[in-house]
């Protein structure tokens, strides 16, 4: 396997772990209503990102659509993706609702569902090659 340089990856040293968990969370509006846009666009990211700070996640990449939200972020070992979704949709809901008041006309802000998907520094491929190999070790 090809050694990576230094600044090609990070890893997250935390007291027992040392992972590379990255998650990549798309989420929607309910009814995939178009209101993410201006004023509440900007606020989400901000709010996003203030989520992201407290947590001390590591922010890989955001881009917030009319219709829904993509999201790219690190994590550590001890935090759940459905954890993590459900502190940044619950922050969300509640104060662009309050911001926004045109937001309440919705029943709620977002759709119980989002897709979550990980990856990490390495391929599943590179894994699942690696461990076949380990018996020939």
């Not at 203030?50 to 996640?57: A, I, N």
């Not at 009319?66 to 979704?85: M, R």
């Amino acid at each position: 396997m090809a050694k990576l340089a230094k600044k090609d990856y990070e890893y997250r040293h935390e007291k027992g772990s040392v992972s590379s968990l990255n998650y990549h969370f798309v989420f929607c509006p309910k009814r995939r209503k178009a209101v993410l846009i201006k004023d509440v666009a900007k606020r989400l990211q901000e709010i996003i990102f203030e989520v992201v700070k407290e947590h001390g996640w590591q922010l890989i990449a955001l881009e917030i659509m009319p219709d829904h939200v993509h999201l790219f972020v690190n994590a550590p070992t001890h935090e759940s993706p459905s954890q993590i979704i459900r502190w940044i949709k619950g922050r969300a809901s509640r104060y662009l609702r309050q911001e926004f008041p045109d937001l309440k006309k919705l029943p709620c802000l977002w759709s119980p569902s989002y897709f979550v998907g990980s990856t990490g520094q390495v391929s599943t491929d590179v894994v699942k090659r690696y461990i076949e190999t380990q018996r020939s070790a």
